[in-house]
């Protein structure tokens, strides 16, 4: 039982029956200032403001002078490819000296590459390298995540992956999403005879996923070289029938038609969106598929920025994540994609902080759980430096502000 009194601002607060916020909404960030929060059972207990504060009913409680500090809920990345075999530091280089991302995959680099590496991998190692980088997250604020595969492109390797992100999510105390991605890209052993490997998915490789209960969504790199938009439908659907909803990345570099296909199949996210047509926005309209942007993206491999305004403007909610993977995202910091969202996607504080926390949560479908600051909720929360305004997290870029995170109520130390 801990109390948390003299806090700045307490910031995200929400009841239980907001899931996510749209539109308009995004603009309002509620907050409390001059707050306390009382934490029980690894729990959120009661909050509010310091003139209503009634000392005796907490007098057993361990008590935390915040001492000016904001608090907000952490961070949730519901988008990320954190397990991998080793970085790609070699194709920055050949990046920074004029090739495209899509021309160091055509020789050999890119997602290929990291299938390679990660097929040979020890399954021990993987772990470790996965359990080290979380830790990592943990301690910049992320208290939720989803991890995906797609590193394998083998039914053997795919398993892989997936067991290291169940043993990851039994291990650490944060709630975590796996996302079966076995669509990342054809394997070099297909000859590009894509519509064998998507039957080789559907028919062998989803089934086991499930049958071992190894993920919770699943995946597709709906993209023009990668899969086409049938392919997608098909993967989802057969999804579907083993239960698994799905995430999908679509837009990144081309408009092929996917988002309607998704929004059609009722796909939870769909994520990317730096290219999007009229058509695109169209088919979001009224419907539930949450958009995630992936600013961290955008900036390494210097390709359009996801049209937040646009999204927003339409009455849209809209998610942030951080994509954190070796080839077009190499950092996991959820502080800098919500600098990025202000700096480049225009987006207030208050409307990039709603993104990366409430918005994540509902695209993972945790909102009752974890990304506001809710009475019964999960105590996972920042504690940020001293600040007078939430609006200098994101000012502050590349420099997180963060003093403390709490998980389940307990001070995490990575
Ligand atoms: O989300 N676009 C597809 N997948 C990843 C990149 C994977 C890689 O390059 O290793 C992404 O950007
Ligand atoms: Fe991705």
New binding site residues.
């Given amino acids: 039982m801990k109390l948390f009194f003299g806090i700045e601002n307490l910031a995200q607060i929400r009841s239980l029956d907001v899931k996510i916020v749209r539109g308009e909404e995004m603009a309002d960030l509620p907050i409390i200032k001059n707050a306390w929060m009382a934490t029980k059972d690894g729990l959120m207990e009661a909050f509010g403001g310091m003139d209503e504060f009634d000392e005796l009913r907490f007098s057993d409680y361990e008590r935390i002078d915040c001492k000016g500090c904001s608090i907000l809920p952490t961070w949730v990345d519901s988008?990320t490819?954190l397990v991998?075999a080793d970085w790609?530091a070699d194709e920055f280089e050949y990046r920074i000296k004029g090739l495209s991302?899509e021309e160091i995959a055509n020789r050999g680099g890119?997602?290929l590459n990291?299938a390679i590496k990660l097929q040979n991998a020890d399954e021990q190692e993987l772990y470790k390298s996965a359990s080290a980088r979380l830790k990592q997250l943990i301690a910049m604020g992320t208290g939720a995540i989803e991890i995906k595969s797609?590193?394998g492109l083998t039914l053997d390797s795919e398993l892989k992956m997936l067991r290291v992100i169940k043993r990851l999510k039994a291990e650490f105390p944060i709630p975590i999403k796996a996302t079966f991605l076995g669509a990342?890209a054809v394997p070099i052993t297909y000859n590009g005879d894509t519509d064998k490997y998507v039957s080789h998915i559907i028919n062998e490789m989803i089934p086991a996923v499930a049958s071992e209960n190894l993920a919770d969504y699943i995946d597709v790199?709906c993209?023009k070289g990668y899969f086409t938009v049938n392919q997608t439908v098909k993967v989802m659907e057969a999804g579907v029938k083993h239960g698994l909803k799905s995430k999908i990345?679509v837009n990144?570099f081309n408009a092929i038609g996917g988002i309607k296909a998704c929004v059609d199949h009722n796909a939870i996210s769909i994520?990317?969106l730096e290219v999007m047509n009229s058509e695109d926005f169209d088919a979001l309209e009224n419907s539930d598929t949450i958009p995630v942007a992936?600013p961290s993206?955008s900036f390494f491999l210097g390709i359009p920025y996801t049209p937040a305004r646009e999204i927003i403007s339409r009455g849209l909610p809209l998610c942030l994540a951080t994509?954190f993977?070796?080839?077009?995202?190499p950092s996991g910091s959820m502080n800098f994609v919500v600098s990025l969202a202000c700096i480049k996607m225009n987006m207030t504080p208050s409307e990039a902080i709603n993104a990366a926390t409430i918005n994540g949560a509902a695209a993972l479908e945790i909102s009752s759980e974890i990304g506001s600051i809710t009475v019964g909720k999960r105590a996972n929360f920042i504690i940020t430096k001293e600040i007078k305004h939430l609006a200098e997290i994101p000012y502050h870029f590349g420099a997180p502000l963060i003093q403390d995170v709490y998980i389940d109520g307990e001070k995490f130390k990575a």
Avoid: K, M, T, V
């Fill in positions: 988008h490819h991998f790609r991302y890119g997602i990291s797609g590193y990342h790199f993209e990345h990144q994520d990317h992936l993206c994509d993977n070796p080839g077009s995202a």
